[in-house]
């Protein structure tokens, strides 16, 4: 039982455009929705996060939407830029202390 | 910037024998968590741990792990019996206060069993 998905495994943008990274999650009882930017060999580096009680939280240009009637959040990179080019993962996390990883999405931005 | 640190960067193990995998992390950090990432597969959430006990472990964390705080720095996970399908790179990571908030991740352990 996947309990969060991210259903693109790559995503190709050119620079300066919007980036746009999806996530869905079954589980109801997720209290936080995180995204983590990964290079090889590296582990995650934190990006972002929102609570399960927001919609919407904004980072300068990253910002994460949250719709849980549909259970899906949603990474935007805008502007995109070349540094951006990694593997995104998404997590959702429990208040007791438990984590969830979607799969990844590997993100390339062409200059 | 405060980091965690882990130790050794990689481990080649024979199957059968216990591997020792360390974390130092941020020091005024409460939670401490380990993670595994397959080759090609997603992150894997093993255990959580806080107040000297575990809080959270998925079903992949098995009698064959134990985590251990021996002192007031180290965080230690412990693989008993590797077997081959333990290969993977081993992360720590840790959280002031919970998951609530980002978690910081070490570089990883790669973990190979032969």
């Known amino acids: 039982d996947q309990q969060v998905k991210q259903n693109s495994p790559s995503l190709s943008v050119q620079e300066g455009r919007i980036s746009i990274l999806n996530c869905d999650y079954t589980n109801s009882m997720f209290d936080y929705f995180l995204w983590y930017k990964k290079y090889p060999a590296e582990g995650p580096t934190f990006l972002i996060s929102?609570?399960?009680?927001?919609d919407k939280n904004e980072d300068g240009r990253f910002t994460v939407f949250l719709n849980k009637s549909a259970k899906h959040l949603s990474l935007h990179i805008v502007p995109s830029q070349p540094g951006d080019s990694a593997v995104y993962f998404c997590?959702?996390?429990?208040?007791?202390?438990?984590?969830?990883f979607g799969d990844g999405t590997t993100l390339t931005v062409k200059p | 910037e405060p980091e965690v640190t882990q130790t050794p960067s990689h481990q080649v193990t024979q199957m059968g024998q216990e591997v020792i995998l360390r974390c130092v992390p941020i020091?005024?950090?409460?939670?401490f968590y380990w993670y595994r990432q397959i080759l090609g597969q997603k992150v894997e959430f093993l255990v959580s741990f806080y107040n000297n006990e575990i809080s959270e472990k998925s079903e992949i964390f098995d009698d064959q792990f134990s985590v251990e705080r021996p002192d007031g720095s180290n965080f230690t996970l412990k693989i008993r019996s590797t077997k081959l399908e333990d290969s993977a790179m081993y992360f720590c990571?840790?959280?002031?206060?919970?998951?609530?908030?980002?978690?910081?991740f070490g570089q990883g352990t790669r973990l190979t069993v032969v």
């Open positions: 020091s005024n950090h409460l939670y």
């Open positions: 990571a840790s959280t002031q206060r919970g998951l609530s908030t980002e978690a910081f």
């Open positions: 929102i609570s399960s009680i927001k």
């Open positions: 997590a959702a996390n429990t208040n007791a202390g438990k984590s969830t």
